[in-house]
């Protein structure tokens, strides 16, 4: 691997993970594609989970080979989280599509935007928790959008407020960081075992 390789762009899979049928997700995916699209080392992918079917029932340990997203998330350099907070913590879609996957996951870098009444910051410190397990590694930044849903305009478009655009580039920033480390270090392993 080359050093424009390393340093090149990075393909960067956004997850929505609310499924409901009306959802805030809807306008703040839309927002966080028009500022990610406009980063130049970044090829996004955005995957909606209320377009991915993911059974509950069909799982096995270690992931689900059958999954219709697991070619999009092995491809993934790094993950961007867009999750609601429910009920002081994150929904169940997002639990979901964690525990379909497994090797997609390991030695990569995620990001979290989170919102709901607090900013979804009780959402994203119990992922901080569970992808350690699947060998992944949290950045520290993340956005937090408290009551979104006040920030709507008169055509339903997210206007985020003061700091919120330089929370994200933070938080991409250092996204960026780590998944150019922990690419080097997934070449590295892979050209060891040839």
Same mark, same amino acid.
């Given at each position: 691997? !080359? *050093?424009?390789?390393?340093?090149?762009?990075?393909?960067?899979?956004? /997850?929505?993970?609310?499924?409901?049928?009306?959802? &805030?997700?809807?306008?703040?995916?839309?927002?966080? @594609?028009? *500022? &990610? +699209?406009?980063?130049?080392?970044?090829? &996004?992918?955005?995957?909606?989970?209320?377009?991915?079917?993911?059974?509950? #029932?069909?799982? %096995?340990?270690? =992931?689900?080979?059958?999954?219709?997203?697991?070619?999009?998330?092995?491809?993934?350099? =790094?993950?961007?989280?867009? !999750?609601?907070? $429910?009920? #002081?913590?994150?929904?169940?879609?997002? @639990?979901?599509?964690?525990?379909? #996957?497994? +090797?997609?996951?390991? $030695? @990569?870098?995620?990001?979290?935007?989170?919102?709901?009444?607090?900013?979804?910051?009780?959402?994203?410190? %119990? &992922?901080?928790? /569970?992808?350690? *397990?699947?060998?992944? !590694?949290? /950045?520290?930044?993340?956005?937090?959008?408290?009551?979104?849903?006040?920030?709507?305009?008169?055509?339903?478009?997210? /206007?985020?407020?003061?700091? +919120?655009?330089?929370?994200?580039?933070? +938080?991409?920033?250092?996204?960026? !960081?780590?998944?150019?480390?922990?690419?080097?270090?997934?070449?590295?392993?892979?050209?060891?075992?040839?």
């Amino acid at each position: 691997m !080359t *050093e424009d390789d390393l340093n090149g762009r990075l393909r960067i899979a956004v /997850v929505i993970g609310s499924v409901r049928r009306t959802r &805030l997700a809807d306008p703040l995916a839309a927002w966080l @594609k028009r *500022e &990610l +699209t406009a980063i130049d080392w970044i090829d &996004l992918d955005m995957i909606d989970l209320a377009s991915v079917s993911l059974p509950m #029932h069909e799982m %096995q340990p270690g =992931g689900a080979a059958a999954s219709p997203i697991a070619g999009r998330l092995a491809d993934a350099d =790094g993950f961007v989280f867009l !999750t609601p907070e $429910y009920n #002081h913590s994150f929904p169940a879609s997002v @639990k979901n599509v964690i525990d379909w #996957h497994f +090797t997609e996951w390991a $030695y @990569k870098p995620v990001a979290f935007v989170g919102y709901g009444g607090s900013g979804g910051v009780r959402a994203i410190e %119990q &992922l901080r928790t /569970v992808f350690p *397990e699947l060998r992944a !590694t949290t /950045v520290r930044e993340a956005v937090l959008l408290p009551m979104a849903w006040e920030h709507l305009d008169a055509d339903g478009s997210f /206007v985020p407020p003061p700091g +919120t655009v330089r929370a994200l580039h933070a +938080t991409m920033n250092e996204l960026r !960081t780590w998944a150019r480390a922990l690419r080097s270090l997934r070449v590295s392993d892979l050209a060891a075992r040839a």
